[in-house]
Every structure is written in C-alpha cells, then in structure tokens.
C-alpha cells in the first residue's frame, strides 16, 4: 500500500527522504531531544545514513510544518496480532506547540482507519512526563509500569542503567468512541 501524506491543521506527515539528513541531524543531534532515546545524539554522518534508512521505512514518518520545515517525527512499528506501537520525537524548538499531539493524533487515525489495526501501544520511560501525558492525552490508558526492565546505555565501567517504564495503550474501539 502506497502511503499518501497526511494533512492536519498545521503538518504534514509525509515519509521520509534522503535529503532530509540535514534536518534530522538538527534535532536528533541534541541531547536534550534524544535524552530518553535508546541512542546518543547522532552524527551528521549518523543522521544521513538514518535518512536514508528511514527513507526506505514503513515505520517513521517526517512531520513538517506547511512551509516544509521538518519538526520531527512519528513512528509506527508494525507489530503482530493487527498491533501497532507508536513514538515520536520533535525537536526541542517545537515542543509544547501541540505539533506531537497533532502528529499523532493523525497517525492513530491512520493505524485505525487505513491500517485497520486493532490495538496500537507506546512505552516510555516514567521520567520522561512529557511522553506519557501525551499518551494521556491521547486517550491511551497506562497498562504497566515496570521496575527496571530495560537500559538503553552503559555507566562508565560498563555497567547497564537500568530504567523504569510506563506501558500504555488503545484499541481501536475506544479511539473510535474517543
């Protein structure tokens, strides 16, 4: 299935391209964007093969305001039993602007509509507010937390940095009678 860009209010959501490793290198390059990320602050080596990688992708798609300017992105993992996980990343000039909710808030009706996925799930760390007010605000309910059940990055003598996580969820029912 060919995907058509999505249009809201204020974005576009488009896939990703090439050319666009630039632009992620000017987000995902800061550590106060990737801070609970699984990966450091990228390269702009990093971020040009990462274009090109996602460029290829079903799974992330590039937010951009109407001019063109990318702002972020959303990601939509497929996962087994008609199951999605969503996530998202923006760079740090355009948060709080409402843009992630927006963003995603289109990419579940994508998911539930187009995708016809019947459940669709996102996890993040708990110190990371932002990310689950925002799946609060979506209407996913928390399904868990979970005592140290993953690490992304090693202490100085290599030791993992365990962290805790939040799980949360929707089915398609209850985002349709949202």
Sequence with gaps: MTFQPLETERLMIRRFRPDDAA??????????????EPYDPYTPEQ????????????DFFAVTLKDGTLIGNVYLGRRELDC???????????QRCGYATEASRAILNYAFGTLQKHRVIAG???????????MERLGMRREGAFRQS???KRDPEGHP?????FQYAIL???WENN
């Design 150 to 152: 993953t690490y992304y």
């Design 124 to 134: 993040c760390d708990v110190r990371n507010v932002r990310s689950w007010k925002l």
């Design 23 to 36: 632009a992620l290198y000017t987000y995902l390059s800061k550590e106060s964007v990737v801070r609970y």
């Design 172 to 174: 398609k029912d209850e």
């Design 47 to 58: 971020a040009r093969r990462e274009a090109e990688y996602r460029s290829r992708s079903e």
């Design 84 to 94: 999605a996980e969503l996530g998202f990343v923006f760079d740090d000039r355009w």
């Design 161 to 165: 940095m365990w962290i805790d996580t």
